[in-house]
T-cell receptor
Framework: NAGVTQTPKFQVLKTGQSMTLQCAQD?????MSWYRQDPGMGLRLIHYSVGAGITDQGEVPNGYNVSRSTTEDFPLRLLSAAPSQTSVYFCASSYGAGLTDTQYFGPGTRLTVL | GNSVTQMEGPVTLSEEAFLTINCTYT??????LFWYVQYPGEGLQLLLKATKADDKGSNKGFEATYRKETTSFHLEKGSVQVSDSAVYFCALTLPYGGATNKLIFGTGTLLAVQP
């Protein structure tokens, strides 16, 4: 199993550009989520999905869109990038959405918005 | 609100030293508690967890005990190795609010172990 994969590893955007961060998992996990990691702030939840066709907002959803058309994929879209979105983005998945379900994280995408 | 507070880093130790990384939490209800580790250039991995008061989580020589009376979940290891150098995150999940495995993270503590 590849686990949770993310592409690209690095990306530089200009303000106002759009892009999609890709996330895929091959573990047949129902729950998937996106976090951003900023210095001194830990990781914060952006959006999550409890199954195909179902998404919901996390702590910091503004400026990001998601969709979940398949169990395997959970892309994160930036419609109009802003410098405040410079961060490292992690995708995670787990078998279920239970309190103690172990979450598996991808290697991250480092995004810089100029 | 619900939050996790970790000790500031970096923590610099010599090999075979004893490690403690403090973690305290504020939460409504009865959270589950986790320690995640992030090695350089990688994503986070679950290190250990505890789901109720007085539970002890352990893995790879690391331990943490869920202390409800002090709302703490301190990470300890008796003898650290250079390979333990990483960032350690304390986190919790709450048993309400829809999907109950939304993680709330602390800010992370960088551990550097010198030979």
């Amino acid at each position: 199993n590849a686990g949770v994969t993310q592409t690209p590893k690095f990306q530089v955007l200009k303000t106002g550009q759009s892009m999609t961060l890709q996330c895929a998992q091959d573990m047949n996990h129902e729950y998937m989520s996106w976090y951003r990691q900023d210095p001194g702030m830990g990781l914060r939840l952006i959006h999550y999905s409890v199954g195909a066709g179902i998404t919901d907002q996390g702590e910091v959803p503004n400026g990001y869109n998601v969709s979940r058309s398949t169990t395997e994929d959970f892309p994160l879209r930036l419609l109009s990038a802003a410098p405040s979105q410079t961060s490292v983005y992690f995708c995670a998945s787990s078998y279920g959405a239970g309190l103690t379900d172990t979450q598996y994280f991808g290697p991250g995408t480092r995004l810089t918005v100029l | 609100g619900n939050s996790v507070t970790q000790m500031e880093g970096p923590v610099t130790l010599s090999e075979e030293a004893f490690l403690t990384i403090n973690c305290t939490y504020t939460a409504t209800g009865y959270p589950s508690l986790f320690w995640y580790v992030q090695y350089p250039g990688e994503g986070l991995q679950l290190l250990l967890k505890a789901t109720k008061a007085d539970d002890k989580g352990s893995n790879k020589g690391f331990e943490a005990t869920y202390r409800k009376e002090t709302t703490s979940f301190h990470l300890e290891k008796g003898s650290v190795q250079v390979s333990d150098s990483a960032v350690y995150f304390c986190a919790l999940t709450l048993p309400y609010g829809g999907a109950t495995n939304k993680l709330i993270f602390g800010t992370g503590t960088l551990l550097a172990v010198q030979p």
